[in-house]
């Protein structure tokens, strides 16, 4: 059984990934396992590792250069929804949104906002996934039948904005839980469109800039395309990139380890590690972060609880999970022990979650 992995040290962390860690990962990557390679990523306080397991290509042996490491690059998906809570809760520090604005008070005027008996949907429903707006748009699937590899390329904001004049809720807002690629979508648009700058940009300047998130965005830079793993599907056939123009701020984004783990430390609340944010504890960044992993949404049937694009556990921490047609991801946050574990992998399959899970379990066991 062949498992190739590098540890490399992120920054200014010199420890080697605890050995418990890399027997968890060794029985996910390797030859038989269900994942091609990934990167995964500890964040305890001021310490911070990063180890890449299994290959960045099936098309080349193992090596050290086939061994993906803190700047491999991937489509980390639906984590991209967790930047969106944090973005709103950051302007929201700035008093440029409230929270609890209705949507319809930043889409242009043509566009008919669905309501339930004059309820309506605001900002915090699309972003705690209770806004009454489903998972995907009735037409989604017509129209990714134009591009199958590439589901979301011909779905834009003009797209979206025609589906939401369309609409009819079935139940009013904040009454249940019902995850919605399109509703966080949805809150992208309206903050670029409050803005005038498009989703990537708002990412970059509001929280890239002050987390020093150097290869997190939605357009590859030439550096980032030479060192993004290809993508393979559940059963290791390589696949295609998506693009997602229209659900850019519902899982449009990609990143690096390198990148993860600072989002991952600030997510953690451990603010000593950036300068300008421990300088100004009122900062808009800081206020948002907290406002995102604080509770906004209770589905006690489904027993579901709901931060601003983060999902919370019985025990505080928040997390989220991601995958696009080749590609898995994961991030679990504990902002009170200022503790994270992140997994970037290039394979389509959710075992990465229990792998990450498992990670978390053992990270919690050794500190008791």
Not at 55 to 66: A, D, F, G, M
Not at 235 to 262: E, I, Q, V, Y
Request: hydrophobic share 35%.
């Amino acid at each position: 059984m062949t498992i190739s992995s590098s540890c490399v040290m992120a920054e200014e962390i010199q420890d080697k990934m605890p050995a418990e860690i890399q027997q968890i990962a060794g029985e996910y990557f390797g030859d038989g396992k269900p994942i091609v390679g990934g990167v995964i990523g500890i964040v305890d306080g001021p310490k911070k590792w990063a180890c890449g397991f299994g290959q960045i290509t099936l098309q080349s042996s193992y090596s050290p250069e086939n061994t993906p490491d803190i700047d491999t690059v991937y489509e980390i998906a639906s984590l991209t929804k967790t930047f969106t809570g944090t973005l709103l809760g950051e302007m929201a520090a700035r008093h440029e949104v409230a929270i609890d604005d209705p949507l319809d008070k930043y889409v242009p005027k043509e566009v008919a906002v669905p309501d339930w008996h004059g309820q309506k949907i605001t900002l915090e429903d699309l972003a705690s996934h209770c806004s009454g707006i489903p998972r995907l748009p009735a037409n989604f699937w017509e129209i990714a039948d134009k591009s199958p590899d590439n589901p979301y390329q011909n779905y834009t904001t003009a797209e979206i904005e025609k589906f939401l004049s369309g609409y009819t809720l079935e139940v009013a807002p904040k009454t249940r839980y019902e995850y919605s690629n399109v509703g966080a979508s949805i809150l992208g648009h309206a903050l670029e469109l409050k803005t005038g700058k498009i989703y990537e940009t708002l990412v970059q300047e509001r929280i890239g800039k002050p987390l020093g998130l150097r290869n997190t965005s939605q357009t590859l830079t030439d550096d980032m395309r030479a060192r993004l793993a290809p993508p393979y599907d559940e059963k290791k056939n390589l696949t295609s990139n998506w693009d997602l123009p229209g659900f850019a701020g519902g899982g449009g984004l990609r990143s690096s380890m390198r990148d993860m783990l600072r989002y991952a430390q600030a997510s953690a609340c451990f603010f000593d590690a950036f300068p300008e944010l421990k300088a100004d504890p009122d900062h808009p960044l800081i206020l948002g972060i907290r406002e995102a992993e604080r509770l906004h949404f209770t589905d006690e049937r489904q027993n579901i609880k709901m931060g601003l694009g983060w999902h919370i556990s019985g025990k505080g921490e928040v997390q989220h999970n991601g995958q696009t047609g080749g590609y898995h991801s994961y991030i679990v946050v504990s902002p009170e022990k200022h503790r994270a574990v992140v997994v970037l992998t290039n394979t389509a399959v959710d075992v990465s979650d229990q792998m990450a899970k498992r990670i978390w379990e053992q990270l919690e066991t050794s500190k008791k």
